[in-house]
DNA sequence: TCTATTGTTACTTTAGGGGTAACAAATGTA
DNA sequence: TACATTTGTTACCCCTAAAGTAACAATAGA
């Protein structure tokens, strides 16, 4: 019987930043047109007693008009008035926030990577999980010695059952480790160490493209080591095709030793 | 030192719809582009514990985006966009809202008395109210003796020490009376006693006006007496109206025997 | 005068938001 | 590796606004 009042509306009424009660007494002062407290009361199902101060409130807020006697009979104010001026109040509100939020000076941010590990612990463990779930194909590019011999055991193992591509930027500096490493030449290489994103000095370490569908960008800016993954398969099968095309036309193939 | 974040853009963001940490933390955000939790924590004052759930609701909501990794990393969509939404979805619902008000059907309510009194005990004590303060000058016009005769002690009264004017439709029947009465005639007083408004039929039984400032109106509507109880200027007017009549001479001057 | 209605007051309950502390997991460092 | 710090989570408590309740005084009708 209580939901005389379409709870919809009292919703509506709340977002626009009336109280539930005051919703309710507002609709049903809409319904009947002139009333008492009470008879808004046993429409809405709104506390008798709460109704006097609802009222009150929304005759301040000018929302219903006021027939002073004995008993004091309400009336509302027509709807389109009323939201009209909630919704200019709203509207001011909105262009006031936006401007003092553009005070603070909003620039936007350069495009996300998709997972970002800033942590070398964190870097290093994400690494060898990415190498303990290749399937069949890992494709690397390094610039990073030390780094790389890191994963020299985890890469070994990959040897034997999957096809390992691993690319460097200049063989001498990767004579040390046991692998058939291709080289792409020395402008990609300087390239590559000295990226400016921002302002800021991007080298690139280590590049690792796993089943051309995850891949890890390692890097680092400043003296801080950043690691980026990106499981997208459109992005990593975009990656996957410039090395391919590095290592088949643009650079020096050598061979290890 | 908190109040680095601007209040009144809070308190804005707040009748928008957000909570007062959710606004503090997407100022917050707004400010450092991008941040950490704690970041924003530091920024803001909002409990770091806090932070997580609130920008974890933001970001639902679609106003900051995350990116994940450790720490995780928030950063605020461009304002622009954000108030932008928030402002279409109120406009929604600001419509909505009206249109399951007319739903109700609200009709423009007839212009409504300044002061409406219902019961008769009311009206009498409130005519005694008025009777009390006169201080210069009263004007009584009545067309129903009963009623008047109520009031004869207090008005023989106030003959000593103000100027009475009494206006009657028909000196015959308040022949009972000890006053000076004048009279209308008999147009104004058939009108007066057959006033229909609104299909209702109104019986005016007493018009007072004390000092020129404040009037009653006392009628019956059917079987139900009402009293309008006016203080506005336009007593004034109504008074000065009254003057005029006297003075062309458009009633029959009489006096009682 | 008596009774019902109207209006007021003081109180309890509830729910949401805010604040605090403690803890486990993750990360950095020795 | 062990240890300290930071990060993220959880469980609380507190406060307030609003909702609901009950009792009472003032008013109004009979």
Redesign the pocket.
Same mark, same amino acid.
């Given at each position: 019987m209580y939901p005389a009042i379409n709870p919809g509306l009292v919703r509506n009424l709340e977002k626009l930043g009336l109280?539930?009660?005051?919703g309710k007494t507002y609709a049903g002062l809409v319904s009947l047109k002139e009333a008492?407290?009470?008879e808004v009361h046993g429409l809405t199902g709104?506390?008798?007693? *709460?109704v006097?101060?609802?009222l009150k409130t929304l005759s301040r807020k000018g929302f219903v008009e006021v027939r002073q006697?004995?008993?004091?009979y309400f009336r509302a104010v027509d709807p389109k008035h009323v939201i009209g001026r909630i919704k200019d109040d709203l509207f001011t509100c909105a262009i006031e926030a936006l401007d003092q939020l553009n005070e603070l000076s909003y620039e936007i941010p350069r495009s996300s990577p998709v997972w970002c590990?800033?942590?070398?612990?964190?870097i290093r *463990?994400r690494v060898r999980e990415i190498l303990d779930n290749v399937r069949d194909e890992l494709i690397v590019f390094s610039t990073n010695p030390e780094f790389l011999g890191e994963f020299e055991s985890d890469l070994k193992k990959l040897e034997k059952n999957c096809r390992l591509i691993l690319i460097v930027d200049d063989l001498k500096k990767f004579r040390e480790m046991p692998f058939d490493f291709k080289e792409t030449g020395k402008e990609f290489g300087d390239f590559v160490r000295n990226l400016f994103i921002d302002g800021v000095q991007y080298t690139e370490d280590c590049f690792i493209i796993a089943d051309g569908k995850e891949s890890i960008a390692v890097h680092t800016a400043g003296d801080q080591r950043e690691a980026v993954v990106i499981r997208l398969p459109v992005v990593c099968h975009l990656q996957k095709l410039i090395y391919n095309w590095l290592v088949e036309g643009g650079f020096t193939i050598g061979t290890h030793l």
């Open positions: 109280t539930e009660n005051e008492t407290a009470r709104v506390p008798r007693a *709460k006097y101060d609802i006697g004995s008993p004091v590990i800033q942590s070398e612990w964190g *463990k």
